[in-house]
Each structure stands twice: as C-alpha cells, then as structure tokens.
C-alpha cells in the first residue's frame, strides 16, 4: 500500500494495488475509487485532501490482530 499527496494540487492517494483500471467512481463526497475489472478497489483519490484529511503531512499506520 503507498499514500501519496500532492502539495499543489491538494490531492491524496492511496493505492492498494498496481494494476490496470477499468473505471472510476465517486463513493461519497470528494472521494474517488479507481476499480480494476473484477470492480475491486485498487486506489482511492481523495481532491481538496486538505479539507478532509485531519493532516495531509502526517499519517499513523496500524496493524491489530485478528481474534
């Protein structure tokens, strides 16, 4: 998984997966799902991430166990 963000254009990604998409989605409110063909989700683009996301400079990443 990467998360990348573009100071100019104020835009977040975060990719689960490198393969080819087939079509996009917008799946709420300035959020967008790039879909591969199966309509899995590969990346998420999130527009205007500076007014979403609580800090486009910091990011906490967390794995918990399953029970």
């Not at 573009?6 to 917008?26: G, H, L, P």
């Not at 790039?34 to 400079?57: H, M, Y």
Request: charged share 35%; proline share 3%.
């Amino acid at each position: 998984m990467r998360v990348t963000y573009d100071i100019e254009a104020d835009a977040m990604v975060i990719t689960f997966r490198e393969e080819k998409i087939k079509e996009s989605d917008e799946v709420g409110p300035g959020v967008i799902a790039d879909l591969r063909f199966n309509r899995a989700q590969l990346r998420l683009e999130i527009p205007d991430a500076s007014k979403v996301v609580q800090s486009t400079r910091e990011m906490q990443f967390a794995v918990t166990k399953a029970l």
